[in-house]
């Protein structure tokens, strides 16, 4: 088995005064999506597409609904043959998210202008347009829903079913995947929906997305329903405009939705060429939109990417790591996913300016439990790298590469954390070969130094390597050079989508909130630091529950600033690294001149060796034990031992372990 002297560093015996290195630009991230999103529409869970001429210019806007927040407004700044969106995040900026995960629109109280309609896991409710048709300003109402009973989270859309000249409503329900319908009863600027008038048509599934829509344009209301299972459920209204009269008829979608899940669509002249197209939203997030190219009567359907594709969006819970796996010279990405693949996305753009391209058929057969994450590297010096993947369970699993894909190794990890297992490969201690930290469910994180070789690893943790850090649960991490002082600093993800920075000032890691606090997710940041522009510093790249990417980057050329650091206190760390053997590190600091003395106890008390004994002068200090090429070198056996310092009325026992 190799020995190691390289992870103490090499230090004199006595080091006056340490640095403490800082950034002398905090904050300097600019979120900068286009390699991921190049068309600016975030990909959110059960996305809801639903389009209107909010702005009274003649074209649709966008509004787009999910289980993730209130619904967004998306400006349509093209034109009605060639559109592009842009958010505005003012329009509703004051509608509560538990009242709305989507919403529609309908001038339901015939003043001209149209009115929002929303479902939430509080019901239904209306928000009334207290603006214009050209500037709508939405206020909620007297909820004239309050009523129906159509449970949590309703789906609704209105449409004139009955010629009266008032919208009347269609709600899909829910966790039962009926779809209910209540002619309004009232008068025509004064609504009234009662559920004694309340018919069940259809059951499409768990889930029901209802979307009135008169697709063959002969006069009547047809009736789209998007579902929990795959494809898209049409109903043509066979009736007329005063009596419908439905007939199943699918087969005009059968084309489409086929191998996504919860379906929402809507079918608007997107194009503007006089024909209905589709656009529908995915539980994933994705939305999808598909050109008529045939006619309304008998539609035909192409695929467009132009307008909402090019995001990606793996699914959920995006763990990415940047890796220039198919080496030549820029950086691909690697990500694990929800439900447990592996994938992987080659940069198709150039150093300064990455594009991707998905191609993961190599890895179809690495897949775990579900939260899968994976480390890279080259694990057996054979040239070509080689994966470790954890997820859900806690464990760890080898992945080797060989000329058919990446067996399983199932003699050689023996790794088990608490859940969530992230693992990160990095030669932390520079000797040639990849150590692995791991992090945890817990939100603590675990280091392994490699004790084998660069051929054949062989992991031994090293225990409170990271100090007292803990994040709080669903640790990710990821080492970089951020200040570029020669070593590893800490950057980790947790579950409440908190990105937190720890500066490394030789293993004793201190947290700077200056960094990263402004980067933040929904749920579960997941980082990847490098630098992705070619320009010299690093930049951010964001993995989170929903399975997109976010990209801040590093806008200030990172400057390493050193400044003489006094110590406030006193303090002994833990030596590092322990167990160990031949050599490890001993750091301790003292805030004013003082006698020290640092000594070294067996188990009964008894006095080993004297390793300080001097007047010190105020400072921080680090003392190596053990080696006979710098540090103080006397015979111990294997076993457990204690080491203590004493300075004026200060007194710090610790205990260290030497394994032979």
């Not at 009242?99 to 149209?114: F, K, R, S, Y």
């Not at 909820?143 to 449970?151: E, M, P, T």
């Not at 009347?168 to 329900?173: I, K, R």
């Not at 800490?490 to 409440?496: E, F, Q, R, Y």
């Amino acid at each position: 088995m190799k020995t190691k002297n390289n992870l103490c560093f090499t230090l004199l015996t006595v080091l006056l005064f340490l640095f403490l290195p800082q950034i002398t630009n905090a904050q300097p991230w600019e979120e900068d999506n286009h390699i991921f999103n190049p068309t600016g529409i975030p990909s959110l869970s059960f996305s809801q597409p639903r389009f209107y001429d909010l702005d009274g210019d003649g074209d649709l806007d966008m509004i787009l609904g999910s289980t993730v927040q209130a619904p967004l407004y998306f400006k349509n700044t093209g034109s009605k043959t060639n559109p592009k969106f842009a958010m505005d995040k003012s329009l509703f900026a004051n509608i509560n998210s538990l009242n709305a995960e989507m919403g529609v629109c309908a001038d339901i109280d015939a003043d001209g202008d149209l009115d929002f309609i929303t479902g939430g896991y509080t019901g239904l409710h209306l928000y009334e347009n207290i603006g214009s048709n050209i500037q709508p300003e939405f206020m909620e109402s007297t909820n004239i829903f309050a009523q129906l009973s159509v449970g949590e989270n309703p789906i609704p859309t209105l449409a004139d079913l009955d010629g009266d000249n008032d919208p009347d409503l269609a709600v899909g329900l829910s966790e039962d995947g009926g779809v209910k319908y209540y002619k309004n009863s009232g008068l025509k600027d004064s609504p009234e929906f009662l559920e004694s008038n309340g018919v069940r048509w259809f059951d499409v599934g768990l889930y029901a997305y209802p979307y009135f829509v008169d697709l063959d344009k002969d006069g009547d209301t047809d009736l789209l329903v998007g579902r929990d299972g795959f494809g898209i459920k049409y109903y043509e209204n066979i009736g007329d405009s005063i009596t419908y009269n439905w007939s199943d008829k699918s087969s005009h979608f059968q084309t489409v939705g086929t191998t996504t899940y919860w379906n929402s669509g809507a079918l608007v002249d997107l194009s503007g060429d006089g024909k209905t197209d589709l656009v529908f939203g995915t539980a994933s997030g994705q939305i999808f939109y598909y050109t008529n190219t045939g006619t309304n009567v008998a539609p035909t359907w192409k695929e467009n990417t132009t307008v909402f594709g090019g995001t990606i969006d793996i699914g959920g819970a995006s763990s990415p790591l940047l890796y220039d796996y198919d080496a030549d010279g820029d950086l691909d990405m690697i990500t694990g996913t929800q439900l447990g693949n592996i994938k992987y996305f080659e940069n198709v753009g150039t150093i300064n300016n990455p594009a991707w391209k998905e191609n993961s058929a190599f890895l179809t057969n690495v897949k775990h439990s579900i939260y899968s994450a994976a480390a890279v590297g080259d694990l057996n010096n054979d040239g070509k790298p080689d994966l470790i993947v954890g997820d859900f369970t806690g464990k760890l699993y080898l992945h080797l590469q060989t000329t058919t894909g990446f067996p399983s190794v199932t003699t050689a990890m023996n790794i088990v954390v608490d859940g969530f297992a992230v693992p990160r490969l990095i030669d932390f201690d520079k000797d040639g070969d990849l150590d692995l930290i791991v992090g945890r469910d817990n939100g603590t994180i675990s280091f392994y130094e490699n004790i084998g070789t660069a051929e054949s690893a062989d992991w031994l943790e090293l225990q409170n390597f990271f100090g007292s850090i803990d994040v709080g649960g669903d640790a990710v991490p990821t080492l970089v050079d951020y200040n570029k002082d020669g070593d590893y600093d800490l950057i980790v993800g947790n579950i409440s989508g908190e990105v937190k920075f720890f500066y490394n000032n030789t293993f004793d890691w201190q947290e700077d909130t200056s960094v990263t606090s402004t980067i933040i997710v929904d749920q579960n940041a997941a980082p990847a630091c490098a630098d992705l522009d070619n320009d010299g510093d690093y930049d951010l790249v964001l993995g989170n529950y929903e399975g997109t990417f976010s990209y801040f980057k590093n806008q200030n050329v990172t400057v390493v600033k050193k400044e003489d650091i006094t110590p406030q206190n006193y303090g002994l760390s833990q030596n590092y690294p322990n167990p160990f053997n031949p050599t490890t590190t001993i750091t301790y600091q003292i805030p004013t001149d003082a006698f020290v003395t640092l000594k070294v106890f067996d188990l009964l008390g008894k006095e080993i060796a004297t390793l300080v004994n001097e007047e010190k002068s105020a400072g921080k200090y680090s003392f190596q034990l053990g080696s006979a090429s710098g540090g103080r070198n006397f015979e111990l056996g294997s076993g457990i031992y204690f080491y203590q310092l004493r300075a004026n009325n200060f007194v710090a026992t610790k205990k260290f372990i030497l394994l032979k």
